[in-house]
């Protein structure tokens, strides 16, 4: 299996822009999918194919593709946005196995 | 469409973690999707387990060394996991969720997600 390689940890005061990266050799091959995880909640798919959004999904998000890395965009954070955020996409060499990135806590300053 | 689990939720160590997941608002016997399990430890990431698809081939997590077995049972509309000789590595919120393909071609598909999760169960493994 390959890992996706994500930050820890990203802080931003409200009304900023904040970015996360997702790094991982098989992004050039597989579509990204990212999920937005509440404290207590189950994830919920924010991004998916790399920049699209699913229906109910605020405009602030938005995704874009370079190489290897693929970046989420969340603009004019707000308070309601901290949470964890996950990557997903899948292995390299076997297109049925999943792979997530290890998370990226988004703390609202 | 609403996923809801369901199992024990203690497991004594050596022992099958057994979960069901529920379906409703629609059919686990749909041929545009699949059925998957993802858990998170306390604190940690989440971690796919694996993966049943229409055909009823099954794919699970290479690291979890086929601990892993799953199944679908049409009459109840649920699908359920089992993982045997649990340790304390296996404590975690247990989700399912429904799988989609980003594309299929000439019988390969490729960039699995899942669209719609269960609220998730928490299962501790412990004497």
């Known amino acids: 299996s390959h890992e996706l390689t994500q930050p820890p940890s990203v802080a931003v005061s409200p009304g900023q822009t904040a970015r996360i990266s997702c790094s991982g050799d098989?992004?050039?091959?597989?579509?990204t999918y990212w999920y937005q995880q509440t404290p207590g909640q189950a994830p919920v798919m924010i991004l998916y194919?790399?920049?699209e959004r699913p229906s109910g999904i605020p405009e602030r998000f938005s995704g874009s593709s370079s190489g290897t890395t693929v970046t989420l965009t969340i603009s004019g954070v707000q308070a309601e946005d901290e949470a964890d955020y996950y990557c997903q996409s899948a292995d390299i060499s076997d297109s049925y196995e999943v792979v997530f990135g290890g998370g990226t806590r988004l703390t609202v300053l | 469409l609403q996923l809801q689990e369901s199992g024990p939720g203690l497991v004594k160590p050596s022992e099958t973690l057994s979960l069901s997941c529920t379906v409703s608002g629609g059919s686990v016997s749909g041929s545009s999707y699949y059925w998957g399990w993802i858990r998170q430890p306390p604190g940690k990431g989440l971690e796919w387990i694996g993966s049943?698809?229409?055909?009823?081939?099954?794919h699970h997590n290479p690291s979890l060394k086929s601990r892993v077995t799953m199944s679908v049972d049409t009459s109840k509309n649920q699908f359920s996991l089992k993982v045997r000789s649990v340790t304390a590595a296996d404590t975690a919120v247990y989700y399912c969720?429904?799988?989609?393909?980003?594309?299929?071609?000439?019988?390969?598909?490729?960039?699995?997600?899942?669209?719609?999760w269960g609220q998730g169960t928490l299962v501790s493994v412990s004497s």
């Open positions: 049943m698809y229409y055909s009823g081939k099954t």
């Open positions: 098989a992004l050039p091959k597989h579509s």
């Open positions: 969720a429904r799988g989609l393909f980003g594309y299929c071609n000439d019988g390969d598909c490729y960039s699995p997600h899942f669209d719609y």
């Open positions: 194919k790399d920049t």
